[in-house]
């Protein structure tokens, strides 16, 4: 994939392009072989392949590819993908969030592209990636205070709908908010769901489409009843809806996405490919990197960490805000995400998913995967759907 990406970039051309935005600025272009970017997060990093320009004053900017995987989304969903991608950046810098700077986004499949393939190009930050369970409580206490007050910028900028940010169409330059999420017709053209204006259209929509791809077999091929009864669940017992304004919520705040220097002062907050504008009960949730997540995946429980209760507790210090104090601590969000998204192939994961959110949902103290399934069956029905169905 990485060779193949290589073949596809016109290095010259993408050289051309760094220099006419930087007015005339001389640099070299650093396109790592396969070989070297195997394995190394600096240019290869989840679905993205990341090349190196080098400016005479010194200054750096990353050219970011998708690598062409086999089973990657068509081409106009991975254009909106890198669209997306590029307008939060944009939202984001002109909200006050560290993040690196972006300069310029092409489309995949573009004539006019002379790069060749699709890519953005952004500011390469100083700082390295956070290793969470590294530090000790005070450098954790200085993020925190840092996280804080992102938290509150970011709720200074509050956004009209539910769904995923694009450039403007108008000359405003100011950022749109578009589709949620997309199926694909019989010509395999992209049909947008959303935006939306409220949470239990948005999950609703989801969890729907996502009950079509088991009808045909695209998800949950080996467990679809499974799959459809616990769909059926989530659907009867959604988060409290709301109506907006809306946030925008990085989906991956993994410590790895949050650069520090050796002060643990934040340089940049990075990896917002697949970020959503969503309700504040889901926006303003504490970041993933502070989840005790093996008591979810293995215990069915989500209760606070001492992480995150520490976190609520300088949240409510220095914004004075009690709401976002209590958004951080709770995970219902997240879990109904967990849910569903989990693979039911691995019984004993995908039950422990499902109960920690059934338990926060209902109540109950207990679960039982065999009197829940039993259950469920009795009230849903099997939706044509059997336990070995393919």
């Given amino acids: 994939m990485i060779s193949a990406l290589i073949d596809s970039i016109n290095d010259d051309a993408l050289r051309e392009r760094a220099e006419t935005l930087r007015h005339g600025m001389k640099c070299t272009v650093s396109l790592p072989v396969a070989n070297q970017a195997y394995l190394n997060m600096d240019i290869v990093g989840g679905r993205n392949y990341h090349g190196l320009i080098v400016f005479e004053d010194g200054k750096a900017w990353l050219a970011r590819f998708r690598l062409p995987n086999h089973n990657a989304p068509p ?32 489309d995949d499949e573009d004539p006019s592209n002379t790069v060749g393939a699709g890519y953005i190009l952004v500011e390469k930050l100083e700082g390295r990636p956070l290793a969470w369970h590294e530090v000790d409580q005070a450098q954790r206490e200085k993020v925190m205070y840092q996280l804080a007050a992102i938290y509150a910028q970011l709720e200074k900028h509050p956004l009209g709908a539910l769904g995923r940010l694009q450039p403007s169409s108008l000359s405003t330059g100011q950022p749109e908010v578009g589709p949620a999420f997309f199926d694909y017709n019989s010509s395999g053209r992209l049909v947008p769901f959303g935006p939306f204006d409220n949470m239990d259209d ?4 989801l969890i729907q489409h996502k009950i079509g791809l088991i009808k045909t077999g695209e998800i949950a091929p080996f467990a679809p009843l499974d799959q459809y009864l616990v769909y059926r669940s989530l659907l009867d017992c959604l988060p409290r809806d709301e109506q907006g304004p809306f946030f925008l919520r990085h989906i991956d705040s993994r410590d790895v996405n949050f650069l ?13 490919e697949l970020a959503i504008v969503t309700a504040k009960g889901a926006a303003f949730q504490s970041p993933l990197l502070m989840y005790n997540l093996g008591e979810l995946y293995h215990e069915g429980l989500s209760t606070p960490s001492e992480n995150e209760k520490r976190f609520a507790k300088i949240l409510q210090e220095e914004t004075k805000s009690h709401e976002l104090s209590a958004l951080a601590a709770q995970k219902l969000h997240f879990r109904v995400d967990q849910v569903i998204e989990t693979n039911p192939e691995d ?30 069956l009795g009230k849903y029905g099997d939706g044509g759907f059997t336990p070995s169905a393919a």
Avoid: M
């Fill in 260 to 272: 520090v220097d050796l002060d643990y002062n934040i340089t940049g907050i990075i990896d917002w």
């Fill in 347 to 376: 019984r004993k994961h995908f039950a422990s998913v499902f109960s920690g959110w059934w338990k926060a949902a209902t109540g109950e103290q207990a679960f039982d995967w065999d009197t829940w399934h039993r259950e469920a």
């Fill in 75 to 106: 081409v106009e969903e991975r254009n909106f993908d890198r669209c997306s991608e590029f307008a939060t950046y944009r939202f984001l810098a002109e909200a006050g969030v560290p993040v690196p700077r972006v300069y310029d986004c092409a």
């Fill in 202 to 205: 948005y999950y609703k929509a």
